[in-house]
């Protein structure tokens, strides 16, 4: 019974977890393939923004699934990878990975300034934040409006929520 017996460890999300073990689920797939290159992982997460999905994959995920999935298709997928497959993603999952690649990135930079902005900070004290010019503070605000197609900031911080690139805490 040894050898089709699969293992799997649960690391969860949800507050009451996060209390226990705090490490979100990116960190916890780079941590679990840094210690077992050989690892598998299939993230099964509520968050489908696609730059949360994109960071999934490029930590290491096998496979990413919605928590809505069901059971038998988890089952599946678990499976699958298990066997060192690579499962084809629900269609959810691909259309939002289809529109990641049509759409224009933010630098990791872009993406600390937003963050900021989602704090409800201005450029003067972005710029502190970060050790940069109020003039920086103010090109990359542009280039994210631009980037992400918003009209202001807070339509700017609305995107990247809904795209997994912030996340309000």
Not at 86 to 106: C, G, I, M, N, W
Not at 112 to 117: C, I, M, R, Y
Request: hydrophobic share 45%.
């Amino acid at each position: 019974m040894g050898t089709n017996r699969i293992r799997v460890l649960c690391v969860d999300d949800h507050r009451i977890v996060r209390e226990g073990i705090v490490m979100c689920g990116v960190q916890a797939i780079k941590a679990i393939r840094a210690e077992n290159p050989a690892a598998r992982v299939v993230a099964l997460t509520m968050y489908q923004g696609d730059e949360d999905i994109h960071r999934a994959l490029e930590a290491g995920a096998a496979a990413y699934l919605l928590k809505d999935t069901l059971s038998d298709d988890l089952i599946r997928v678990v499976r699958a990878v298990h066997a060192g497959e690579q499962p084809a993603f629900p269609p959810d999952v691909r259309a939002r990975l289809a529109e990641r690649a049509s759409r224009p990135t933010l630098t990791p930079r872009e993406t600390q300034v937003v963050e900021l902005v989602a704090l409800g900070m201005r450029n003067k004290e972005i710029a502190a934040s970060l050790a940069i010019s109020e003039e920086t503070a103010q090109v990359h605000v542009k280039n994210i409006l631009a980037k992400l197609e918003a009209k202001d900031r807070t339509a700017a911080v609305n995107v990247a929520i809904r795209r997994g690139i912030v996340h309000i805490r």
